[in-house]
């Protein structure tokens, strides 16, 4: 089965399907999907200008990007509030029928799932303990695996969420570095591009935690 869903993904996917009665067709189509059972993460993408945009969507073109979910439903749920005419862009493809029986070919992305690997270097102050490490490692992974559909992953944002800002334990160490690559690079402090059909995710067996 699905893995339990992150309660900031459940907000998102419960704020956004209320607008399914919204105005935008666009954002119709975006709460349709986030509705299905099984749908975790989700991205959509609309190009209303007359030329090929930065991301490969075609001209007058919508694309979605869909983790989980069953696909059929996935291309109903696009085709129930697609402006007639109006294309779909994707390398998974569907085909529904309208109320008179004619086939409609839905195009849409599943996410090309981004293995990212990590390593904490900490500095270990009075009071630290190795299961505070765990701790700062389970954040970033949680923190990166939450990320959207095409959200890069920032290196300033890893020494954040591993810094246990908040808490009691942030004093008991201080984050020196993160350094972070999509598998099987070499990690470094760079930020990590995504692209718009991408979805990253972290492992805490992904994680090393070096304390000094």
Not at 124 to 150: E, H, N, P, R
Request: aromatic share 8%.
């Amino acid at each position: 089965g699905a893995p339990v869903e992150l309660d900031a993904a459940l907000r998102q996917r419960q704020s956004v399907s209320t607008a399914r009665p919204a105005l935008s067709v666009f954002d119709s189509q975006i709460a349709e999907i986030a509705n299905l059972p099984g749908v975790q993460r989700y991205k959509g993408y609309e190009n209303d200008s007359g030329a090929v945009n930065p991301d490969g969507v075609p001209a007058y073109s919508t694309s979605f990007v869909v983790e989980g979910g069953d696909a059929l439903a996935i291309a109903q749920a696009i085709a129930n509030k697609k402006t007639p005419g109006s294309p779909t862009y994707g390398t998974t493809s569907e085909t529904v029928y309208d109320s008179q029986g004619v086939p409609n070919t839905i195009n849409f992305f599943r996410p090309t799932q981004k293995r990212i690997t990590a390593t904490i270097n900490i500095q270990a102050l009075a009071g630290y303990i190795s299961s505070t490490g765990q701790t700062a490692a389970q954040d970033l992974a949680d923190y990166v695996s939450a990320l959207d559909i095409g959200g890069d992953v920032y290196n300033n944002k890893a020494v954040s969420v591993s810094s246990l800002y908040g808490t009691n334990l942030e004093r008991t160490f201080n984050v020196t570095s993160v350094q972070m690559a999509i598998y099987p690079a070499a990690q470094s402090g760079a930020d990590i591009v995504i692209a718009f059909n991408q979805a990253a995710n972290l492992a805490l067996a992904d994680i090393t935690v070096v304390a000094s």
